[in-house]
């Protein structure tokens, strides 16, 4: 060993850096899991890692957030999770490594994320000042964490004296393998310092037993972090919003939807079922957790340009004269050929009697709607008051109470509308104002403020880029106009005469129709396109529009071969 190498490691402990990089981890996880303890006491948004998660989707850029949605479809609060887990964790290994020698760098770390997680839940619309709590925490035990964690290895990464040295080239005691394995790890290979009588060095039992310390701690602090954010989890979901909604029981629907006639759909064909089930119903909200209210705690105040307020609670909305009616909800960000679309029964309360109750005040163009996260939605007056329309707060799905993830235990359902600004999920706030005075969470990022559904189509079958025999080929799909109605649906192939499909059994035209048709086709590459006609008699355009900022248009085509 030079005379430099040695004189530098006599003065300095140098924590070995895969266990630097390690406590920087652990600290980490300790303190999103003292978080996440805490937010199950004061809300699931207030874990320090849901409050980030959030107010990044709050701040995505609508490229972003297109880039996200098409690239990762529902998949996409998964994917911004996980790459925020894979760089939190890079920067807290990262913070570790930083601290070989002084923990200072570890700390601030520990410091500046707790104060992000703060500022989150600060900014958070449904949390109150009590959820500052779940941060706050966060901080304390991350910096607590990681002040422990780097003693004990920094005591760790003392060298053994000289004398003592020599001695462990030789072990004799039954546990000299493993303390010399976990000196390995712990301490920094090739630094080795001879050196004796200085700060940096120690006895060689004394280190062992540091070490030991040291792992033990490590592990408590793993299995802790394991226990408190678990703990974490099952009290946040163990809020009894599923246990309320298993206690709502069935409903007495005073006015029923007309059964679904046998051949309205052609799912035989490759068309989806008429009726969604509800696991497979779309799912597209801001909520990175779903939010968790109980049927019992919920209500709903309508209030603003109105002659009466009314607070409505949940025993109140199902005793009065409940409707049910079949509708398909339809995705303003639904790309061509796009399955943001689902149908479902839908059982409620007309929203138009109650407003007529509450008595809107003339000028009055808008329904501010307020989820219980936060998040709003701004709907036309003049539709939700169409007697024909049948918008409601809708209480159950498909013979079910509403599920959870789909705004249990009431949302906004309006038949012909785009969900952005009508079907507001964990509805708990109605303000009746204008379009002047307030914009809702979508149109402030630049989305249309009214959003009928465009007439649209989409081809099911066969499979893109698909092989199929020559001979009689069945096409299928579906087709929506909400609240206009299908009357037509043509497909051509290569660009040739256009085809007119047979439609199944009309349902309503607030849903999707389905269509199919057997053509004649020699091998060969195909490209077919399919174009819609509703009931005004407008036939689809085949102008190609993104979805912002009000919906999609275009004809949905498909490329496939035919063998011999
Ligand atoms: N609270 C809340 N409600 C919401 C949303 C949301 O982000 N938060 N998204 C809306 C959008 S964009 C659509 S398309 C529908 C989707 O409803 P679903 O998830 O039940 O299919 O819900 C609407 N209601
Ligand atoms: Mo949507």
């Not at 490229?63 to 894979?86: E, I, P, Q, R």
């Not at 989820?371 to 939700?384: I, K, R």
């Not at 299928?476 to 290569?494: C, D, F, H, T, Y």
Request: glycine letters at 10%; proline letters at 5%.
């Amino acid at each position: 060993m030079d005379e430099e190498s040695r004189t530098r490691s006599q003065r300095t402990i140098r924590i070995g850096a895969p266990i630097a990089a390690l406590i920087g981890v652990l600290a980490l996880l300790s303190a999103v899991a003292a978080g996440h303890l805490v937010a199950g006491f004061v809300g699931a948004n207030a874990s320090p890692f849901v409050a980030v998660g959030n107010t990044f989707i709050y701040f995505t850029p609508n490229w972003l957030k297109d880039f996200a949605v098409s690239t990762f479809g529902s998949s996409d609060k998964l994917v911004l999770l996980l790459s925020m887990a894979v760089v939190v964790l890079i920067v807290a290994a990262v913070a570790g490594l930083a601290s070989r020698s002084k923990a200072t760098p570890g700390v601030v770390f520990a410091v500046v994320l707790g104060l992000a997680g703060i500022g989150a839940v600060l900014r958070a619309p449904d949390l109150g000042l009590a959820a500052v709590l779940a941060p706050t925490a966060s901080l304390a035990v991350g910096v607590l964490v990681f002040r422990l964690l780097h003693d004990r290895a920094y005591a760790a990464a003392r060298q053994p004296r000289a004398s003592d040295a020599d001695h462990d080239a030789t072990p004799s005691g039954d546990s000299a393998n493993t303390a010399s394995d976990s000196a390995n790890a712990a301490g920094e290979d090739g630094e080795h310092a001879g050196g004796s009588a200085s700060a940096g060095v120690a006895s060689l039992a004394q280190i062992q037993q540091d070490r030991r310390k040291f792992i033990v701690s490590s592990a408590a602090v793993a299995v802790g972090a394991g226990v408190l954010g678990g703990a974490g989890q099952l009290i946040a979901s163990g809020g009894g919003a599923e246990a309320s909604r298993q206690a709502v029981g069935g409903f007495t629907v005073a006015d029923p939807a007309p059964a679904i006639p046998a051949g309205a759909d052609f799912a035989k064909a490759g068309t989806p079922t008429f009726v969604t089930a509800n696991p497979q119903f779309y799912r597209v909200d801001t909520a990175l957790a779903v939010p968790q209210l109980r049927a019992q705690d919920w209500q709903l105040r309508i209030h603003g340009m109105v002659d009466r307020e009314i607070v409505l609670r949940y025993d109140d909305l199902r005793r009065r004269p409940l409707i049910e009616r079949t509708i398909t909800m339809t995705c303003v960000s639904n790309p061509v050929g796009g399955d943001y679309i689902s149908t479902a029964n839908f059982v409620g309360v007309r929203l138009r009697d109650i407003l007529q109750e509450a008595g809107i005040k003339p000028g009055a163009d808008q329904i501010f709607s307020k989820s219980s996260d936060g998040w709003t939605a701004g709907t036309p007056v003049d539709v939700v008051m169409e007697p024909d329309r049948d918008a409601m707060l809708a209480i159950g799905m498909n013979g079910e109470p509403l599920p959870i993830e789909h705004g249990f235990p009431v949302r906004m359902v309006v038949p012909g509308l785009y969900g952005y600004i009508s079907a507001t999920k964990w509805v708990v706030d109605m303000e009746i104002t204008t379009f002047r005075a307030a914009q809702c969470y979508w149109v402030q990022r630049g989305w249309g403020v009214k959003g009928p559904i465009k007439t649209e189509a989409r081809i099911d079958t066969p499979a893109p880029f698909g092989h199929v025999t020559a001979g009689k080929i069945t096409l299928a799909g579906i087709a929506w106009a909400q609240p206009k109605g299908i009357s037509k649906l043509e497909v051509r192939v290569n660009r040739g005469p256009w085809v007119e499909a047979q439609l199944a059994a009309d349902v309503n035209n607030h849903t999707w129709r389905m269509w199919k048709v057997e053509m004649e086709m020699d091998a060969g590459t195909k490209f077919v396109e399919c174009r819609a006609t509703d009931k005004t008699g407008y036939i689809q355009t085949d102008e190609r529009v993104d979805p912002i900022p009000d919906g999609a248009t275009g004809w949905s085509s498909r490329n496939f071969t035919v063998t011999a």
